[in-house]
């Protein structure tokens, strides 16, 4: 019998996004836990991926928040203050959570 390997179990609460032609990587970082001058956030998680299966990975996140909060009733707002220091206008992000939800699958 061949022993399994440990997969790591990680917390993230910041993320960074960058790629080129062929493909993304996300960087899942953790804030340090007395914030201050000069303490920048630990990297706990490299992800790379081809840019098909990050939108595959992002449509399935989409559909299944939304099902979540369909099903419970509980909605998980983000404030205003995150999404524009994100550069994220209130009107595009509301536009995408509007959109039809799609529980298929």
Known sequence: MTEEKEIPDVYSDQFMIGGGPYGVVINL???H???GAGKLPETVARVRMSYEHA???A???CRHIKKIESESGISYPVSN???SSL???MED???FWQSPPD???
């Open 29 to 31: 970082n953790k804030s």
């Open 33 to 35: 836990p007395e914030p």
């Open 55 to 57: 939108k595959m990975v």
């Open 59 to 61: 449509f399935m996140l």
């Open 81 to 83: 203050k995150v999404l």
């Open 87 to 89: 550069g994220i206008g």
């Open 93 to 95: 992000w509301e536009a």
């Open 103 to 105: 529980f298929r699958g």
